[in-house]
Protein backbone atom coordinates (compact mmCIF):
# COMPACT_ATOMS: atom_id res chain seq x y z
CA UNK A 1 0.00 0.00 0.00
CA UNK A 2 2.92 2.60 0.76
CA UNK A 3 4.75 1.58 -2.41
CA UNK A 4 1.83 2.93 -4.31
CA UNK A 5 1.06 5.74 -2.29
CA UNK A 6 2.93 8.54 -4.56
CA UNK A 7 2.47 6.82 -7.93
CA UNK A 8 -1.91 7.11 -7.37
CA UNK A 9 -1.67 10.83 -5.89
CA UNK A 10 1.15 12.33 -7.79
CA UNK A 11 -1.04 10.87 -11.15
CA UNK A 12 -4.12 12.38 -10.07
CA UNK A 13 -2.45 16.09 -8.88
CA UNK A 14 -0.42 15.77 -12.63
CA UNK A 15 -3.62 15.23 -14.45
CA UNK A 16 -6.49 16.40 -12.96
CA UNK A 17 -6.00 19.03 -9.76
CA UNK A 18 -3.83 20.75 -11.91
CA UNK A 19 -6.42 21.57 -14.46
CA UNK A 20 -8.35 23.85 -11.39
CA UNK A 21 -5.19 24.88 -9.72
CA UNK A 22 -3.72 26.61 -13.29
CA UNK A 23 -7.10 27.93 -14.65
CA UNK A 24 -8.26 29.01 -11.32
CA UNK A 25 -5.15 30.56 -9.86
CA UNK A 26 -2.75 31.48 -12.84
CA UNK A 27 -5.61 31.99 -15.60
CA UNK A 28 -4.05 29.15 -18.06
CA UNK A 29 -6.86 28.12 -20.66
CA UNK A 30 -8.44 25.05 -20.00
CA UNK A 31 -6.97 24.02 -23.90
CA UNK A 32 -4.16 24.27 -22.77
CA UNK A 33 -4.07 22.14 -19.83
CA UNK A 34 -5.99 19.54 -21.67
CA UNK A 35 -3.56 19.13 -24.46
CA UNK A 36 -0.64 18.76 -22.05
CA UNK A 37 -2.41 16.07 -20.26
CA UNK A 38 -2.99 13.98 -23.94
CA UNK A 39 0.17 14.80 -25.09
CA UNK A 40 1.49 13.47 -21.38
CA UNK A 41 -0.72 10.13 -22.15
CA UNK A 42 0.24 9.64 -25.60
CA UNK A 43 3.95 9.57 -23.88
CA UNK A 44 3.10 7.16 -21.41
CA UNK A 45 1.44 4.86 -23.99
CA UNK A 46 5.11 4.43 -24.69
CA UNK A 47 6.45 4.93 -21.37
CA UNK A 48 4.85 2.34 -19.25
CA UNK A 49 6.05 -0.51 -21.21
CA UNK A 50 9.23 0.93 -21.75
CA UNK A 51 9.50 1.22 -17.97
CA UNK A 52 8.53 -2.29 -17.38
CA UNK A 53 11.04 -3.57 -19.14
CA UNK A 54 13.96 -1.86 -17.67
CA UNK A 55 12.57 -3.78 -15.22
CA UNK A 56 12.31 -6.72 -16.76
CA UNK A 57 16.27 -6.20 -17.25
CA UNK A 58 17.27 -4.25 -13.91
CA UNK A 59 15.23 -5.66 -11.31
CA UNK A 60 11.64 -4.22 -10.28
CA UNK A 61 13.00 -2.46 -7.28
CA UNK A 62 16.00 -0.49 -8.71
CA UNK A 63 13.23 0.99 -11.88
CA UNK A 64 10.55 1.43 -8.92
CA UNK A 65 13.55 3.80 -5.74
CA UNK A 66 14.48 5.70 -9.51
CA UNK A 67 11.54 6.51 -10.13
CA UNK A 68 10.61 7.51 -6.47
CA UNK A 69 13.68 9.40 -6.10
CA UNK A 70 12.57 11.23 -9.21
CA UNK A 71 9.04 12.25 -8.19
CA UNK A 72 10.45 13.19 -4.79
CA UNK A 73 12.80 15.81 -6.36
CA UNK A 74 10.23 16.78 -9.06
CA UNK A 75 7.61 17.90 -6.60
CA UNK A 76 9.12 21.83 -6.94
CA UNK A 77 9.99 21.80 -10.32
CA UNK A 78 6.70 20.79 -11.38
CA UNK A 79 5.10 23.75 -9.70
CA UNK A 80 7.54 26.28 -11.00
CA UNK A 81 7.04 25.47 -14.74
CA UNK A 82 3.68 25.18 -14.04
CA UNK A 83 3.75 29.20 -12.77
CA UNK A 84 5.37 30.10 -15.79
CA UNK A 85 1.81 30.41 -17.37
CA UNK A 86 3.74 29.32 -20.99
CA UNK A 87 2.55 26.79 -22.87
CA UNK A 88 5.39 24.83 -23.78
CA UNK A 89 6.63 24.95 -19.97
CA UNK A 90 3.51 24.03 -19.06
CA UNK A 91 3.32 20.71 -20.94
CA UNK A 92 6.69 20.24 -20.44
CA UNK A 93 5.62 19.85 -16.31
CA UNK A 94 2.81 17.88 -16.62
CA UNK A 95 4.79 15.45 -19.96
CA UNK A 96 7.82 15.03 -17.35
CA UNK A 97 5.54 14.40 -14.58
CA UNK A 98 3.46 11.75 -16.71
CA UNK A 99 7.21 10.26 -17.24
CA UNK A 100 7.84 10.04 -13.67
CA UNK A 101 4.39 8.41 -12.85
CA UNK A 102 5.30 5.97 -15.48
CA UNK A 103 8.73 4.68 -14.13
CA UNK A 104 6.57 3.46 -11.48
CA UNK A 105 3.48 2.34 -12.89
CA UNK A 106 5.12 -0.17 -15.22
CA UNK A 107 7.03 -2.26 -13.02
CA UNK A 108 3.89 -2.32 -10.46
CA UNK A 109 1.79 -4.60 -11.78
CA UNK A 110 5.18 -7.29 -11.94
CA UNK A 111 6.43 -6.26 -8.66
CA UNK A 112 3.61 -6.42 -6.63
CA UNK A 113 2.14 -9.54 -7.58
CA UNK A 114 5.54 -11.11 -7.35
CA UNK A 115 5.66 -9.76 -3.46
CA UNK A 116 3.27 -12.63 -2.59
CA UNK A 117 2.91 -16.21 -3.02
CA UNK A 118 0.62 -18.14 -5.01
CA UNK A 119 -1.72 -18.95 -2.50
CA UNK A 120 -2.28 -14.88 -1.33
CA UNK A 121 -1.04 -13.29 -4.91
CA UNK A 122 -3.89 -11.94 -5.77
CA UNK A 123 -5.60 -11.10 -2.51
CA UNK A 124 -2.03 -9.15 -1.35
CA UNK A 125 -1.47 -7.57 -4.42
CA UNK A 126 -5.19 -6.31 -4.88
CA UNK A 127 -5.94 -5.30 -1.33
CA UNK A 128 -2.88 -2.92 -1.40
CA UNK A 129 -3.51 -1.78 -4.66
CA UNK A 130 -7.02 -0.97 -3.85
CA UNK A 131 -6.64 0.45 -0.29
CA UNK A 132 -4.17 3.18 -1.75
CA UNK A 133 -6.30 4.17 -4.34
CA UNK A 134 -8.36 6.26 -1.96
CA UNK A 135 -6.13 7.31 1.00
CA UNK A 136 -3.81 8.47 -2.16
CA UNK A 137 -5.20 9.14 -5.40
CA UNK A 138 -8.45 9.52 -4.03
CA UNK A 139 -7.73 12.19 -1.43
CA UNK A 140 -4.72 13.87 -2.91
CA UNK A 141 -6.60 16.51 -5.04
CA UNK A 142 -8.78 17.64 -1.98
CA UNK A 143 -5.96 17.38 0.54
CA UNK A 144 -3.84 19.87 -2.17
CA UNK A 145 -6.70 22.00 -2.47
CA UNK A 146 -7.03 22.42 0.92
CA UNK A 147 -3.46 23.33 1.46
CA UNK A 148 -3.35 25.63 -1.05
CA UNK A 149 -6.51 27.84 0.78
CA UNK A 150 -4.67 26.74 3.98
CA UNK A 151 -1.87 28.86 2.66
CA UNK A 152 -3.41 31.53 0.89
CA UNK A 153 -2.40 30.06 -2.14
CA UNK A 154 1.55 29.07 -1.73
CA UNK A 155 2.31 25.90 -3.44
CA UNK A 156 5.12 24.74 -0.72
CA UNK A 157 2.41 23.24 1.47
CA UNK A 158 1.47 20.85 -1.71
CA UNK A 159 5.24 20.14 -2.58
CA UNK A 160 5.86 19.43 1.32
CA UNK A 161 2.60 16.85 1.61
CA UNK A 162 4.07 15.26 -2.05
CA UNK A 163 7.38 14.76 -0.40
CA UNK A 164 5.71 13.01 2.51
CA UNK A 165 4.08 10.56 -0.06
CA UNK A 166 7.44 10.05 -2.29
CA UNK A 167 8.95 9.23 1.32
CA UNK A 168 6.78 6.84 2.29
CA UNK A 169 6.60 5.02 -1.41
CA UNK A 170 10.52 5.51 -0.44
CA UNK A 171 10.77 3.86 2.50
CA UNK A 172 8.08 1.17 1.08
CA UNK A 173 10.01 -0.07 -1.36
CA UNK A 174 13.31 -0.48 0.21
CA UNK A 175 11.96 -2.35 3.19
CA UNK A 176 10.39 -4.94 -0.08
CA UNK A 177 12.13 -7.47 -1.66
CA UNK A 178 13.56 -7.29 -5.04
CA UNK A 179 10.99 -10.06 -7.10
CA UNK A 180 12.94 -10.15 -10.37
CA UNK A 181 14.49 -14.08 -11.09
CA UNK A 182 12.68 -15.07 -8.24
CA UNK A 183 11.04 -18.61 -9.01
CA UNK A 184 7.38 -17.98 -7.94
CA UNK A 185 6.67 -21.69 -7.93
CA UNK A 186 9.07 -21.90 -4.75
CA UNK A 187 6.85 -20.17 -3.26
CA UNK A 188 3.18 -22.03 -3.85
CA UNK A 189 2.01 -24.15 -1.22
CA UNK A 190 1.77 -27.74 -2.38
CA UNK A 191 -1.62 -29.08 -3.27
CA UNK A 192 -3.16 -30.91 -0.39
CA UNK A 193 -6.15 -32.85 -1.58
Not at 154 to 180: H, Q
Request: charged share 10%; aromatic share 14%.
Amino acid sequence: MGARMAENAFFYLFTIWVLSYAMQHLGVAKSTLLNGVLIGSAVQLVAIPWFGALSDRFGRKPVYLAGTLFLLLYCQPFFWLIQTGETVWIWTAIVVGMIGHASLYGPQAAFFSELFGTQTRYTGASLGYQLAAPFSGGLAPLIASWLLVWSGGSTWPIVAYMAVLAGITLVSILLAAETRNTDLRDRAVPNRS
